[in-house]
């Protein structure tokens, strides 16, 4: 069963803005991919159904919903000291 994919906050579309087109394909197709299969390999537990997806120099931090069938994305960036801080927020 296929997964929906929905930005938990306005801001990650902000967050792509800088983000080179190469690499932009590369995320939405890393993301999309997430509808057949939400926690693929690679995918790092960060918290309780809330995971890491590296996709180059970029973080994908993202929170599955199974009984909806729904993955919520909270952030994408570039990787940095502050990528993981506050991470459980983004979904509040």
Request: proline content about 8%.
């Amino acid at each position: 069963m296929r997964f929906r994919i929905t930005i938990a906050r306005t801001r990650v579309k902000k967050q792509l803005r800088p983000v080179p087109p190469s690499d932009i394909q590369r995320i939405k197709k890393a993301v999309a991919a997430l509808a057949d299969e939400p926690v693929p390999p690679g995918a790092i537990p960060l918290a309780k159904d809330i995971y890491r997806l590296r996709v180059g120099d970029y973080r994908v931090i993202y929170k599955v919903l199974y009984d909806e069938k729904v993955i919520l994305i909270g952030k994408i960036v570039r990787r940095s000291e502050k990528t993981y801080k506050d991470f459980k927020e983004l979904f509040e």
